[in-house]
């Protein structure tokens, strides 16, 4: 079970920073991905985390955005700054058990088996 939180309305400029509570998954041996879909749009890649903490970003939040992790509570994050109008959409975050990575325009790829959360709204003005 994957449970995001920490959405919600932000001006522009603001910051956000998104958890990603998961439970009932071996979660340290899991590669981790956040991806937002806004709608009338495709679903996007914005940023991955594997088990050995390596990291990728789309190009359009690298430099903004940052994604973490604390193993000792499964948790994974994403750290939103200097948000954009263009940033609103839904963010999922989800997990494969074998790799993922997000390509610089944010296709994606995650292999194995597959968790997803609902979401959290990020609405940026």
Same mark, same amino acid.
């Not at 309305?9 to 998961?22: F, M, Y």
């Not at 937002?36 to 990291?55: N, Y």
């Given at each position: 079970q994957l449970v995001e939180s920490g959405g919600g *309305? /932000?001006?522009?400029?603001? *910051?956000? !920073?998104? *958890?990603? #509570?998961?439970s009932g998954f071996a979660y340290e041996s899991y590669c981790k991905v956040w991806v937002?879909?806004? @709608?009338?749009?495709? !679903?996007?890649? /914005?940023?991955?985390? $594997?088990?050995?903490? !390596?990291?990728s970003y789309a190009d359009s939040v690298k430099g903004r955005f940052t994604i973490s992790q604390d193993n000792a509570k499964n948790t994974l994050y994403l750290q939103m700054n200097s948000?954009? @109008?263009? $940033?609103? =959409?839904?963010?999922?975050? #989800? =997990?494969?058990?074998? #790799?993922?990575?997000v390509y610089s325009g944010g296709d994606y790829y995650m292999t194995g088996r597959n968790f997803w959360g609902q979401g959290t709204q990020v609405t940026v003005s």
């Open positions: *309305s /932000v001006q522009s400029g603001g *910051s956000l !920073r998104l *958890s990603c #509570a998961t937002r879909q806004a @709608p009338g749009k495709r !679903r996007e890649g /914005v940023a991955t985390i $594997d088990s050995g903490g !390596r990291t948000l954009k @109008p263009e $940033d609103t =959409a839904m963010y999922h975050c #989800a =997990a494969a058990s074998g #790799a993922c990575s």
